[in-house]
Nanobody
């Protein structure tokens, strides 16, 4: 069992930056593929970025170059650095952990990009 708790969301102006963090409890964090997803009101959940146990990253096209995903296996943490934020980035951002058939989600943290 893995529990995921996100933090770092808030209100930011367009063009601003935020750093989200996810802390994972449980063992074998380093073996999971970790990811950030987001869900805007009235829209489906979508991929933001993932990072494998080996450190390989993957980004959704609209986030490439603006967002950076990273992990610290010693601290069981996953981060998402978000730069050049746009109003369309407004959403609840959720942390995800996957390994084989196991799939865990956090409750999310709200990011609002508005002037």
């Amino acid at each position: 069992q893995v529990q995921l708790v996100e933090s770092g969301g808030g209100l930011v102006q367009p063009g601003g930056s935020l750093r989200l963090s996810c802390v994972a409890s449980g063992s074998e964090f380093s073996l999971y593929t970790m990811g950030w997803y987001r869900q805007a009101p009235g829209k489906q959940r979508e991929l933001v970025a993932t990072i494998t146990s080996g450190g390989t990253t993957n980004y959704a096209d609209s986030m490439e170059g603006r967002f950076t995903i990273s992990r610290d296996n010693a601290k069981n943490t996953l981060d998402l650095q978000m730069n050049s934020l746009k109003p369309e980035d407004t959403a609840v951002y959720l942390c995800n952990a996957k390994r084989i058939i196991m799939n865990y989600w956090g409750k999310g943290t709200l990011v609002t990009v508005s002037s």
